[in-house]
């Protein structure tokens, strides 16, 4: 495995000191990647040790990529998966991309509930919060607790963005002071707003 990440270290390495941002680079190297490999998992327990494999290799890489930023000085930023979501690559990702935005971003990762993360932001400050919706378990109270927390905790102090594969399968309305995403890029381009 130490080669694989040696190799996807160059990749993504050679990308961004080629000028790409982190948003472009995990919209178009990692996360098609990953669904490549997540597509394994149809294929019994070798495409399970391959698709955990590479997520630990990305995972590895990520972090990496985090530690090239100099520590942030600028707005706090906390976020994670919603309870029941296991994914926690997605929410790694933004938090390595605000990071290297300048963002004091910590990532609560994967299956939190949405409560926490609300009161995760309000314990921290953050300017920013995201919530990362890959996967649904139960749609209605998903969307309920969704609804509450940005409700609740929503502002032009404290903005939400919230993204993921899954965020279509809720129907949430427009609530001010939270942008929808449906790329890392697009991310950026919110969270270079504030």
């Known amino acids: 495995m130490g080669a694989d990440v040696a190799s996807a270290e160059s990749v993504l390495l050679s990308a961004y000191t080629a000028g790409s941002g982190l948003g472009h680079v995990f919209d178009e190297l990692v996360a098609p990647a990953i ?18 494999s590479a997520t630990a290799v990305a995972s590895a890489v990520i972090r990496r990529l985090r530690d090239l ?17 296991p994914y ?5 990702m933004t938090d390595t991309l605000l990071h290297g935005l300048g963002y004091n971003s910590f990532d609560l ?21 995201w919530i990362s919706i890959n996967s649904v378990v139960d749609p209605v109270t998903a969307q309920t607790e ?4 940005l409700t609740e905790h929503a502002s032009g102090k404290r903005r939400f963005v919230v993204g993921g594969r899954a965020l279509g399968d809720l129907d949430l309305p427009p609530i001010e002071h939270v942008h929808h995403v449906g790329s890392m890029r697009e991310l950026e381009a919110v969270a270079a707003l504030f």
């Open 35 to 52: 669904a490549g490999i997540g597509e394994r998992w149809k294929g019994g327990r070798e495409g399970i040790l391959a698709e955990h």
């Open 109 to 129: 990762g994967a299956n939190t509930p949405v409560a926490t993360i609300g009161e995760a932001a309000v314990r921290m400050d953050a300017d920013l919060a």
């Open 88 to 92: 926690s690559m997605p929410s790694q």
């Open 69 to 85: 930023e100099p520590l942030p000085t600028g707005p706090a930023a906390v976020g994670g998966a919603i309870e029941g979501d």
């Open 146 to 149: 969704l609804i509450d927390t």
